[in-house]
């Protein structure tokens, strides 16, 4: 998540439980409010209810891209787009992009329904073109317009 956004929204509106779960993995500020005080905001502030209803949209559509996702691309496809998706959150340099801290293999095989294995496959096939390169705890994606284009590739979007 980047600064400035919000979770916990969806039992705050509904009262249902939780969606998933939040964990840290740098220091970080963050504030509270319970479920009752969201929903009076909401109420009370109609462009607070138009934000939160367009960040909403925006959850349901890249859910369905995920949905997508597993349902028909291979497994390095869905590599190259849980990288890409990661670096669009990470500082820009012209066309490359630090993902700062690096996610584990692990971290990117449980995101993309694989293993580990095929996740260290393909990140050093990428890194052997010159698209991404791991220095120290940073993940840097070197070239994010052809990483974008391979995505594309697969998904034709």
Request: some cysteine; aromatic content about 4%.
């Amino acid at each position: 998540m980047a600064a400035g956004e919000i979770f916990g929204e969806f039992p705050a509106i509904d009262g249902g439980s939780r969606s998933a779960s939040v964990e840290a993995r740098t220091n970080c500020l963050i504030a509270s409010m319970g479920g009752s005080t969201f929903r009076e905001l909401l109420q009370s502030e109609p462009g607070l209810a138009q934000a939160l209803l367009a960040r909403l949209v925006k959850t349901i559509r890249a859910l369905t891209t995920r949905v997508y996702e597993f349902s028909t691309l291979a497994v390095n496809n869905r590599i190259q787009a849980e990288s890409l998706r990661l670096a669009s959150l990470g500082p820009k340099e012209g066309t490359s992009a630090r993902i700062v801290p690096a996610p584990t293999h692990v971290e990117i095989a449980s995101r993309v329904s694989t293993h580990r294995e095929a996740v260290t496959r393909e990140l050093n096939r990428l890194s052997r073109i010159g698209i991404i390169e791991r220095r120290g705890g940073t993940l840097l994606v070197k070239d994010i317009d052809r990483l974008a284009e391979m995505v594309h590739d697969a998904t034709g979007e």
